[in-house]
């Protein structure tokens, strides 16, 4: 699993300059007012050829009373999960009283603190951060995230012990329960435990964390992880539900599949959308469970409904299948992991490359591409270059006459021959002579 580094600090920083200059990326809103980034913003940092993972915070300012009180708690959980922290400060400031109670909260965590010490844009304030050793922390790093100094030494520094060599997979579908707290997460565990044909093993799962379990269903291993469980007890902690996210984020980065859960009786909201898109964007294999089907009084009505709202909804995943279930009465629990395996085989599925040409070849006889000022899209080959997701790269002459709307009609006629249910699949392209 990636190290997980988080920004830790007061408001107005520049916590989210930091963390846009180090994923490369301008995914935090950047706002002169204080506070304007309330939720954890996550992003993958690439340098040289390690990565680590990085969580924005929302700005703590211990003074104020309004809606700190979550952005102090998700910090908390943020601190609690992460690996090494990222203490921001502001260069051109004196520490004030906000800054110390801050430094206290990260004094009690047995966690590595690198006090960032921002808005040092020349040598002179380069000389004062030696001040900061007054925190108490042992490592500062000046950085000015406006004029990009410091990074190099702070990835230096974070990246260090970071092992280049991957560790070795082991041979088993994983699979996650994402979702919000109380859509039946832990209930359809145990549901899916409790099958006829599964049978729950005695050796535990993983050491990494207390709630993946190993089982058997039809012969096979598999494990499955929960992230409903929260290592911090206290009734916040569960019941404000952009919490979850950050669990669900780690759970993400180890399974094949994901397996998002929704409640039937509340519908689906926005954050189910953003739970999801992690899922999306790191390749993995998903599956969408309507829980509480129990509570749904015409079935058959109720099925189409939900299948125009999941439809509606997830357009940026169409190749996702949904399955209607109960974990309480176990009603068609049966239906799920054969679902769940359907997705992970096709994520790792491999093309034959005549084939996939052949399919390529009908397509642009069927629809030509469009032309763009005189000049149009010639697609020479096209290639299978990876797996988990699938990954297409295709020679052309000019990749920069690839419309969107083109690249999905070729998406939709592979998905058409190839069954991809279940998994993205990725498009590169490449001009003919370009290695």
């Not at 943020?78 to 801050?102: C, H, P, R």
């Not at 007054?134 to 100094?149: D, K, M, T």
């Not at 000049?375 to 052309?396: A, D």
Request: net charge neutral; charged share 30%; with cysteine.
């Amino acid at each position: 699993m990636k190290k997980l580094v988080c920004l830790i600090g007061k408001p107005n920083v520049g916590k989210s300059s930091i963390f846009n200059r180090l994923i490369k990326e301008q995914k935090s809103i950047i706002m002169d007012t204080p506070g304007i980034t309330r939720d954890r913003i996550y992003g993958t940092v690439n340098y040289q050829d390690k990565s680590f993972d990085l969580i924005d915070t929302g700005g703590i300012d211990l003074g104020k009373e309004d809606f700190n009180e979550d952005i102090k708690v998700q910090a908390s959980l943020a601190i609690n999960e992460s690996d090494l922290i990222l203490f921001v400060v502001d260069g051109k400031m004196d520490l004030d009283s906000n800054d110390l109670k801050i430094r206290d909260m990260l004094i009690k965590t047995d966690k590595k603190v690198i006090v960032l010490v921002n808005k040092i844009d020349n040598e002179k304030r380069m000389d004062n951060i030696y001040n900061y050793y007054e925190l108490g922390f042992e490592h500062i790093i000046g950085v000015s995230a406006e004029h990009n100094i410091g990074f190099r030494e702070l990835l230096e520094e974070i990246t260090k012990d970071i092992t280049v060599k991957e560790e070795e997979k082991e041979d088993i579908l994983k699979f996650s329960i994402i979702g919000r707290p109380n859509v039946g997460k832990s209930s359809l565990i145990n549901a899916l435990l409790n099958e006829d044909r599964v049978i729950v093993s005695n050796v535990a799962g993983t050491t990494r964390d207390a709630i993946d379990t190993r089982f058997t269903y039809e012969k096979k291993d598999y494990i499955a992880i929960d992230t409903a469980g929260m290592r911090k007890k206290g009734r916040i902690y569960e019941n404000v539900e952009k919490y979850s996210l950050l669990r669900s984020l780690r759970a993400i980065e180890r399974s094949d599949v994901c397996v998002l859960v929704i409640d039937a009786e509340e519908g689906i909201i926005e954050h189910d959308k953003h739970i999801v898109s992690y899922a999306v964007e790191k390749g993995k294999g998903i599956v969408i469970v309507v829980n509480k089907w129990d509570t749904v009084e015409d079935p058959n009505l109720a099925i189409k409904k939900w299948k125009l709202d999941v439809e509606n909804n997830f357009q940026f995943i169409p190749y996702a299948n949904i399955v209607f279930l109960s974990a309480l009465t176990k009603k068609r629990i049966h239906t799920l992991m054969p679902e769940i395996i359907n997705a992970y085989e096709n994520n790792r599925k491999e093309i034959k490359t005549s084939l996939l040409n052949n399919v390529i070849v009908d397509a642009v006889s069927l629809h030509q591409p469009p032309s763009y000022k005189g000049k149009r899209l010639k697609i020479y080959f096209v290639s299978q270059t990876g797996t988990c997701p699938p990954k297409f790269t295709f020679q052309v002459n000019n990749k920069g006459l690839v419309h969107f709307s083109y690249e999905r009609y070729l998406e939709n006629k592979i998905r058409e021959n190839f069954d991809f249910r279940g998994t993205p699949i990725i498009f590169q392209y490449k001009n003919k002579n370009e290695k």
